[in-house]
T-cell receptor, first 117, second 108 residues
Framework: SAVISQKPSRDICQRGTSLTIQCQVD?????MFWYRQQPGQSLTLIAT?????????ESGFVIDKFPISRPNLTFSTLTVSNMSPEDSSIYLC??????????????FGPGTRLTVL | GIQVEQSPPDLILQEGANSTLRCNFS?????LQWFHQNPWGQLINLFY???GTKQNGRLSATTVATERYSLLYISSSQTTDSGVYFC??????????FGAGTRLFVKA
C-alpha cells in the first residue's frame, strides 16, 4: 500500500489565521480525499481533491473556508482559513488507487492535529 | 445517503477476553472496511471486506452483504487493542461514510 505523510503533524494556531496542511504520497494515486475528525467524533469527508481541477466539496464545506490544491498525482494541500476554535480537529488525507486496482480500499495519512485558540 | 450504525458504542474488556463488534448499513454497500484508530490518532486498515470472511491473526471479520451487516471479532484481547474501531463503506460513489465507532478499552 502507499505510504502517506502529512505536515505538520500538529499545530496550535490563533483564531483568524490560516494553516496549510500538506499530504505527500510515495507513489502516484488516482484519488485523494480530505477528512475532518472533530474531538470525540467520527470522520467526515470534506472534499475529493481532483488533479488539475477544482476539488469536489461535500455538503457543509466550502472552498473559501477549505481551499484545496492537487497539482499532481502524489501531492495535495488543504488550507483551513480564518480559523476559529470550532476548527480544532484532526485533519486526515486518504488515498485510493482506483482504477489501477479493482479494490476500492482507502489508506490514511497520520493526520494533522490542529488546536485553535 | 447511507447510514452506518456501530454497536456497542463503548466496550471494556479484561485482557484475554473475546468480543464481537457489529456494523449495520441502511443500504447495500459495494465496499466495506474496518479500521482501528490507535490512541495517537493513526487509522490502521484492518480489513477490506465487501463480502465473505477474512482472518488476520487474532482478528477476523465477516460481511453478509445481502443482510447489510458486518462483524469484527477480536479474540484473546490485548491492551494494545484499545482504541476506536470504525467501519466504513460506500455505495459505489466516491463518498465513504464512517460509523460513529466502538471505543474499546482493554484492562490489564
Amino acid at each position: 500500500s502507499a505510504v502517506i505523510s502529512q505536515k505538520p503533524s500538529r499545530d496550535i494556531c490563533q483564531r483568524g489565521t490560516s494553516l496549510t496542511i500538506q499530504c505527500q504520497v510515495d507513489s502516484q494515486v488516482t484519488m485523494m480525499f480530505w477528512y475532518r475528525q472533530q474531538p470525540g467524533q467520527s470522520l467526515t469527508l470534506i472534499a475529493t481533491a481532483n488533479q488539475g481541477s477544482e476539488a469536489t466539496y461535500e455538503s457543509g464545506f466550502v472552498i473559501d473556508k477549505f481551499p484545496i490544491s492537487r497539482p499532481n498525482l502524489t501531492f495535495s494541500t488543504l488550507t483551513v482559513s480564518n480559523m476559529s476554535p470550532e476548527d480544532s480537529s484532526i485533519y486526515l488525507c486518504s488515498v485510493e488507487d482506483l482504477p489501477r486496482t479493482s479494490v476500492r480500499e482507502q489508506f490514511f495519512g497520520p493526520g494533522t492535529r490542529l488546536t485553535v485558540l | 445517503g447511507i447510514q452506518v450504525e456501530q454497536s456497542p458504542p463503548d466496550l471494556i474488556l479484561q485482557e484475554g477476553a473475546n468480543s464481537t463488534l457489529r456494523c449495520n448499513f441502511s443500504d447495500s454497500v459495494n465496499n466495506l472496511q474496518w479500521f482501528h484508530q490507535n490512541p495517537w490518532g493513526q487509522l490502521i486498515n484492518l480489513f477490506y471486506i465487501p463480502s465473505g470472511t477474512k482472518q488476520n491473526g487474532r482478528l477476523s471479520a465477516t460481511t453478509v452483504a445481502t443482510e447489510r451487516y458486518s462483524l469484527l471479532y477480536i479474540s484473546s484481547s490485548q491492551t494494545t487493542d484499545s482504541g476506536v474501531y470504525f467501519c466504513a463503506g460506500n455505495t459505489g460513489g466516491f463518498k465513504t461514510i464512517f460509523g460513529a465507532g466502538t471505543r474499546l478499552f482493554v484492562k490489564a
